[in-house]
C-alpha cells in the first residue's frame, strides 16, 4: 500500500460529530470534496485553522462560503519569530514560502493587526493556533513568541471567540501566560499533548482539551491516560489534518472523513458507547466555537 493513498472511508459514526482542528487549505482535495467525504461519515462540521495572514484569510473566506466551515485565525507560534527574525524554518502552512526578511516589531504589529480585523468577522469562531512552541524555535525566538500568544490572548477576550492553543513541549510556560494574562471564556487545548496530571489541571481551569490521531498510536499511552481523566465535557476531537493520521493509517494522508478512527479509539480509552461520545464531543465543539 502507497503511503501517499489515501486510506478508504471508515464505517460512518451513527451521531454526527465535528472535526475541531483541520487544514484544508494543505490537503489534495478540493474543501468541496473534503466536506463529501466528510458528510458521508457523518462529520458534519469542521473548524478550518490559519497559521498566518494569507492563510487565516482564506479559513475565513471558506468559513463565509461554505456553512460546514467554522474559521479560526492566527500567526501560529513559529510565525511570530519568523516575522521579527526572518527565520526560514517555519510552520508547515509557510515553510513553502521560503525564508523572509526580518521585519522586526512593527511587521508583528501589522500581522497581528490583521489577525484582530478577521476575529471581528461572525463566521471566524476561534482565535488560534497560537501558543508556544519550543521544539521548531530555538531560545531566540521565544520572546517573539510569548509577546504574539499573549497578543492573541487579548483578541481572543475582546472579540468574545474561542482561543485555540498550540502547545508543544511548553507545557508549563503556556498555563503561565494563559493564568497570568487571563484566559478568554472558551479556551482549547488543540491537539492535547500533555500528561493526566495536567489534564486535571485544564479540567479544573475549564479548558477543553482536543485529541487527534496521535492518541492512537502505540507509544502514545501518556496521552490515553491523560483522556481518561479529561472530563467527557470538556473533549474534542480533530485531525490536524493532513498531519497525525490515526492508526493504523498512520504516516498516510490524513482529512476529516477519518475522524470516526480516533473517534472509536477516544471511546474505547474513556469506557463510553461511540455514539454517546460522539454526540457530547458534537456539543462540547458547538460550545467551544458558539455555532
Request: proline fraction near 7%.
Amino acid at each position: 500500500m502507497s503511503r501517499t493513498e489515501a486510506p478508504p472511508l471508515p464505517e460512518p459514526l451513527r451521531v454526527p460529530v465535528a472535526d475541531s482542528h483541520t487544514h484544508l487549505d494543505m490537503q489534495d482535495a478540493t474543501v468541496e470534496e473534503a466536506l463529501a467525504r466528510a458528510a458521508a461519515v457523518n462529520v458534519t462540521a469542521v473548524v478550518q485553522v490559519g497559521c498566518d495572514v494569507a492563510g487565516s484569510r482564506w479559513a475565513a473566506e471558506t468559513a463565509a462560503a461554505h456553512p460546514a466551515v467554522h474559521a479560526s485565525v492566527a500567526l501560529h507560534p513559529n510565525e511570530a519569530p519568523r516575522i521579527v527574525h526572518g527565520y526560514a524554518e517555519g510552520t508547515a502552512g509557510t515553510a513553502r514560502q521560503g525564508a523572509r526578511e526580518p521585519g522586526g516589531r512593527a511587521a508583528l504589529d501589522e500581522a497581528l493587526a490583521e489577525i484582530d480585523a478577521l476575529a471581528a468577522l461572525d463566521h471566524v469562531r476561534g482565535v488560534g493556533e497560537t501558543g508556544l512552541d519550543f521544539f521548531r524555535t530555538g531560545p531566540e525566538g521565544v520572546a517573539a513568541q510569548e509577546e504574539s500568544f499573549r497578543a492573541h490572548i487579548e483578541i481572543a477576550k475582546r472579540h468574545g471567540k474561542a482561543l485555540v492553543i498550540h502547545d508543544r513541549d511548553a507545557h508549563a510556560d503556556v498555563l503561565r501566560v494563559l493564568a497570568d494574562a487571563g484566559a478568554p471564556e472558551r479556551t482549547v487545548f488543540h491537539c492535547y499533548s500533555g500528561d493526566a496530571d495536567m489534564a486535571r489541571i485544564c479540567a479544573r481551569a475549564g479548558y477543553f482539551m482536543s485529541f487527534a490521531g496521535n492518541v492512537t498510536f502505540k507509544n502514545a499511552q501518556p496521552l490515553r491516560d491523560a483522556l481518561a481523566v479529561a472530563p467527557a465535557e470538556l473533549v474534542l476531537v480533530e485531525t490536524d489534518a493532513p498531519f497525525l493520521t490515526p492508526a493504523p493509517y498512520r504516516g498516510r494522508p490524513n482529512a476529516p472523513y477519518l475522524i470516526p478512527v480516533t473517534l472509536r479509539a477516544m471511546a474505547e480509552v474513556k469506557g463510553l458507547d461511540e455514539d454517546v461520545l460522539a454526540a457530547a464531543v458534537y456539543d462540547n465543539t458547538a460550545r467551544a466555537f458558539d455555532f
